[in-house]
């Protein structure tokens, strides 16, 4: 069985470390993991460690680390835009989009979007992605901790202006004559992908995102959900750029 990660804010300097508050609490009372069980710590920044639980108490773990590693920021980076969706839709893409590799995820305020992120809403609800990305970040073990963009969320303007500094931007559009899996790709910066809401991209939107440079690309015959199509997208990336595979 694999072990487990939590997540701290920041790797131990000694040799020794107490595992307590919510993570300890989640690996003492839920998980049960008990003296003698190794699990592993992250910052979520790249640091990660391998330790041993030498006590257990109610809430907290005692450990004593045995070994530390660092893992450098990937580059290029795997950006995504993602259209708001509603209800959990949102937080099932970035949960997906987070176990398959994405750096950061930028909620975007798409004119097609039913659910409009407004004032201690949208913080709330841009707060359930962050915590749903640091979630799926511990299950699937990753050492960093993609970084959830917005204020709460981005305008359109604002996503064209970072589409035009990306080293490789792209729009996923179903009437796209280019393929994600063929077009050119660099071999460092920001890559960008837009992916819409429940209706789409508006047209104008669109001509925004190519006028900034960005490319319109489509996966395949078939039209993918709002939650699965940057998911989909990431996994060509991923293998084209080397993350995945030998």
């Not at 710590?41 to 108490?57: F, Q, S």
């Not at 590693?69 to 959990?88: H, N, S």
Request: hydrophobic fraction near 45%; aromatic fraction near 4%.
């Amino acid at each position: 069985m694999s072990r487990s990660q939590f997540l701290v804010d920041a790797l131990p300097a000694g040799d020794e470390f107490l595992l307590d508050g919510p993570e300890g609490r989640h690996a003492a009372a839920v998980q049960r993991i008990g003296p003698g069980e190794e699990l592993l710590l992250a910052d979520g920044r790249g640091a990660t460690a391998e330790a041993v639980v030498t006590a257990a108490g109610k809430n907290a773990l005692t450990l004593t680390i045995r070994s530390r590693a660092y893992e450098p920021a990937p580059d290029p980076r795997l950006v995504v835009v993602q259209g708001i969706a509603k209800g959990d839709r949102g937080e099932l893409a970035v949960q997906a989009m987070t176990e398959v590799g994405v750096d950061e995820i930028v909620p975007w305020a798409a004119t097609r979007s039913v659910s409009r992120w407004r004032s201690e809403r949208g913080d709330k609800a841009r707060d359930r992605w962050i915590a749903t990305a640091r979630e799926a970040a511990k299950q699937s073990r990753r050492a960093w901790c993609p970084a959830i963009a917005g204020d709460p969320d981005e305008s359109t303007r604002t996503v064209a202006a970072r589409l035009g500094a990306a080293a490789a931007a792209f729009v996923l559009h179903e009437e796209a004559a280019t393929a994600l899996a063929t077009a050119a790709l660099p071999a460092r910066g920001d890559v960008l992908l837009v992916v819409g809401p429940e209706g789409g991209i508006a047209p104008e939107e669109v001509a925004a995102f190519e006028e900034a440079g960005a490319t319109p690309v489509r996966l395949g015959p078939t039209v993918l959900r709002t939650s699965t199509a940057g998911v989909a997208a990431l996994s060509v990336l991923s293998a084209r750029l080397g993350r995945w595979g030998p």
